[in-house]
């Protein structure tokens, strides 16, 4: 089956410490998206790519980084800059460079510093 | 900026009701919407997408409409289980000369009770 893999499913991370979070996708699809997701707030954009080799900031950038060296593959690194990393992530991708063809999510990472 | 509102924040039904979710957008401007559900500690599963330019689009149960000048859709559950228990969240995109943006709205926390 087709799909956005994430692992790990949960993480712990401790102060001053990076972390690595991985998306796969095997839908062939151009564009890959980072979304960060606290309680009671909307979902917000940290990253995004449209086509490999190429990614943008989004709204929460800081503390964050991300590579896309393969169209698959769209990994995303809390750094220790990001003062408060406790979340849940969620990747996504579309179909389309633009993201018009609408969202797939994949099964998210929960994020907690110790 | 785009904000887009969903009300109410939470609502419980009676097994076998029909019920209507609400979202609104301050931007009519939009290409598309989307409808999600979530599951608890879940990713996004996407459930409907209306294009600008389409007034509904139906799978199942669900349908959901769009009234792009005013702002609103609307996602019409019809006869309810409690396996419709979740979260559900809208989204619309707007074309920008940068990426796209994906603008989410914070949920409506469904609960289905027997």
């Known amino acids: 089956d087709g799909g956005i893999t994430q692992s790990p499913k949960y993480l712990f991370r401790k102060e001053g410490q990076n972390v690595t979070l991985s998306c796969e996708q095997n839908?062939?699809?151009?564009?890959m998206y980072w979304y960060r997701q606290d309680p009671g707030q909307g979902l917000r954009l940290i990253y995004y790519?449209?086509?490999?080799?190429?990614?943008q900031k989004g709204d929460i950038a800081e503390g964050y980084s991300v590579s896309r060296e393969k169209k698959e593959s769209f990994p995303l690194t809390v750094t220790s800059a990001q003062k408060n990393p406790t979340a849940f992530y969620l990747c996504?991708?579309?179909?389309?460079?633009?993201?018009?063809?609408?969202?797939?999510f994949g099964s998210g990472t929960r994020l907690t510093v110790v | 900026k785009q904000e887009v509102t969903q009300i109410p924040a939470a609502l419980s039904v009676p097994e076998g009701e029909n019920l209507v979710l609400n979202c609104s957008f301050t931007?009519?401007?939009?290409?598309?919407l989307q409808w999600f559900r979530q599951d608890p500690g879940k990713g996004l599963t996407s459930l409907l997408l209306?294009?600008?330019?389409?007034r509904e689009q139906t799978s199942g149960r669900l349908n959901a409409s769009l009234d792009k000048s005013s702002g609103r859709s609307t996602l019409y559950i019809a006869a309810s289980q409690p396996g419709d228990s979740a979260t559900y969240l809208c989204?619309?995109?707007?074309?920008?000369?940068?990426?796209?943006?994906?603008?989410f709205g914070t949920g409506t926390q469904l609960k289905v009770e027997l």
């Open positions: 996504a991708s579309s179909i389309s460079p633009q993201g018009l063809g609408g969202y797939t």
């Open positions: 839908l062939n699809h151009d564009a």
């Open positions: 790519s449209q086509i490999v080799n190429d990614f």
């Open positions: 931007d009519s401007a939009i290409y598309n």
């Open positions: 209306i294009q600008s330019s389409q």
């Open positions: 989204a619309v995109m707007i074309l920008t000369g940068g990426g796209n943006k994906l603008t």
